[in-house]
């Protein structure tokens, strides 16, 4: 079954940056694009970040746009996130998640566990 | 971008009721809209794509339906296990957008 496992989360210094890796199996990863989404603590679900299936294209939400870089290494089935430039605001769970069908979705219909980043002096 | 409201924000019933939620975009997403419900400390879980196709596995009590810049989640008869918080999402253009949840707490 598909599995979507998150690493490298931790705390860090405002400023600072993080990088993220998502390991992906049970499905064909080159097959379909991948999304990282976040949760602040008690809050609701925000957008970070899109890849194609392909890695050509890239989309960021507002709040992160010029400061994290999302890729993919479909040799590996890996997605990452490298995210720079942290404030408090982005302190959250990052989950990524697999959309629903092979090279353009609509949705998202599996979603790993989620690793936490916490942006703290 | 595309923003989507969703209400109530947070709406109290009892097992056995019908619960409707809505979700309002700010333009015209078509019919590009999924549903997602979450319980505390757990993942998010798909329910609905493309505003009324229900996602494998769903059961049947839950239902989508809308298009253009309104939509609705409706649970027939609710269930003890789907006490949890519901998310509307546009799919429509990037970036992707959820609504602010919709928490179905038991009256």
């Known amino acids: 079954q598909v599995q979507l496992v998150e690493s490298g989360g931790g705390v860090v210094q405002p400023g600072g940056s993080l990088r993220l890796s998502c390991a992906a199996s049970?499905?064909?990863?080159?097959?379909?694009?991948m999304k990282w989404v976040r949760q602040a603590p008690g809050k609701g679900l925000e957008y970070v970040s899109v890849i194609s299936y392909d890695g050509a294209l890239k989309f960021y939400g507002n709040s992160v746009k010029g400061r994290f870089t999302i890729s993919r290494d479909n040799s590996q089935n890996k997605l990452y996130l490298q995210m720079s430039s942290l404030s408090t605001d982005d302190t959250a769970v990052y989950y990524c998640a697999k959309e629903s069908q092979a090279y353009s979705s609509s949705s998202l219909d599996s979603w790993g566990q989620g690793t936490l980043v916490t942006v703290s002096s | 971008d595309i923003q989507m409201t969703q209400s109530p924000s947070s709406v109290s019933a009892s097992v056995g009721d019908r619960v409707t939620i809505t979700c309002r975009a700010s333009?015209?997403?078509?019919?590009?809209l999924a549903w997602y419900q979450q319980k505390p400390g757990r993942t998010p879980n798909l329910l609905i794509h493309?505003?009324?196709i229900l996602h494998n596995g769903v059961p049947s009590r839950f239902s989508g339906s809308g298009s253009g810049t309104d939509f609705t989640l409706t649970i027939s008869s609710l269930q003890p296990e789907d006490f949890a918080t519901y998310y509307c999402q546009q799919a429509k253009s990037f970036p992707w957008a959820f609504g602010q949840g919709t928490k179905v707490e038991n009256k």
């Open positions: 333009q015209d997403i078509s019919r590009l």
């Open positions: 493309d505003s009324s």
């Open positions: 049970g499905f064909v990863f080159s097959n379909f694009g």
